[in-house]
C-alpha cells in the first residue's frame, strides 16, 4: 500500500494568513493525488484534484502543486469558514489510501 | 442535482454482518463507479471499496474477505455487507460518486454518511 504523510497534523493560523499544507508519499505517484476539506459533522469535500486542478466552485485562494511524492496545499488568505480538517489521497494505485488529516485550527 | 443517501442499522452487534445502502437520487447510477469510505470517530478517512455499475468490484485487501459490495441498477442503489465485524468496524460510512479522470480518479460526490456503532 502507498503511505501517505502529511503535515503539520494540526496548526493555529489566523484569518488572512498564509497556509501551507504537505502530503508526501511513500512511491512515486505522478499528479495522482487529490486535496479534500472536512468540516465537524460533515461529509469531506473535493477541493483539488490531479494535484494542482481546482474543482469547480472552490475559491481561488485554494492552490495544489506537486509531483512524484511530495505535493503541497497552500491556502492563500485564511477565511474563517476554512477552518477545517484536511486530507490527502492518492489514486495511483490500489487500494486508495489518504493521509492521516492535517487539521487548521484558529 | 444528484444526491447521495447511506442509510443502515445505526448498531450491530460483535460477529453479525453489518449492511448499509446507499440510494442514488437526481441521476442515474448508471455509467459511474461508486465506492465506499469509512471514518472511525475521531480518525481518518479508509477507503472500502469500489463498484462499477456494471457489477465489478475491486475492495480493500485489508477487508476483501469479509466484503461485499453490489449494484441494483433498477433501484439505482448500491450495497455493502460486512461479515463478522468487530470494534474496529464502528465507523461513520458514506457513499461516493467517482469521477474518472484520463489519469485517475476523485471522489466527487459524497452522502451525509451513516454512523455504525459496534457493540453488544
Known amino acids: 500500500d502507498i503511505q501517505m504523510t502529511q503535515s503539520p497534523s494540526s496548526l493555529s493560523a489566523s484569518v488572512g494568513d498564509r497556509v501551507t499544507i504537505t502530503c508526501r508519499a511513500s512511491q512515486i505517484i505522478s499528479t495522482y493525488l487529490n486535496w479534500y476539506q472536512q468540516k465537524p459533522g460533515k461529509a469531506p469535500k473535493l477541493l483539488i484534484y490531479?494535484?494542482?486542478t481546482l474543482q469547480s466552485g472552490v475559491p481561488s485562494r485554494f492552490s495544489g502543486s506537486g509531483s512524484g511524492t511530495d505535493f503541497t496545499l497552500t491556502i492563500r488568505s485564511l477565511q474563517p469558514e476554512d477552518f477545517a480538517t484536511y486530507y490527502c489521497q492518492q489514486s495511483y494505485s490500489s487500494p486508495r489510501t489518504f493521509g492521516q488529516g492535517s487539521k487548521v485550527e484558529i | 442535482q444528484v444526491q447521495l443517501q447511506e442509510s443502515g442499522p445505526g448498531l450491530v452487534r460483535p460477529s453479525e454482518t453489518l449492511s448499509l445502502t446507499c440510494i442514488v437520487s437526481g441521476g442515474s447510477i448508471s455509467s459511474y463507479y461508486w465506492s465506499w469510505i469509512r471514518q472511525p470517530p475521531g480518525k481518518g478517512l479508509e477507503w472500502i471499496g469500489y463498484?462499477?455499475?456494471?457489477?465489478?468490484?475491486n475492495y480493500n485487501p485489508s477487508l476483501k474477505s469479509r466484503l461485499t459490495i453490489s449494484v441494483d441498477t433498477s433501484k439505482n442503489q448500491l450495497s455493502l455487507k460486512l461479515r463478522s465485524v468487530t470494534a474496529a468496524d464502528t465507523a461513520m460510512y458514506y457513499c461516493a460518486r467517482v469521477t474518472t479522470l484520463t489519469y485517475g480518479e476523485y471522489f466527487h460526490l459524497w452522502g451525509q454518511g451513516t454512523l455504525v456503532t459496534v457493540s453488544s
Open positions: 490531479s494535484a494542482s
Open positions: 463498484i462499477y455499475y456494471s457489477g465489478s468490484t
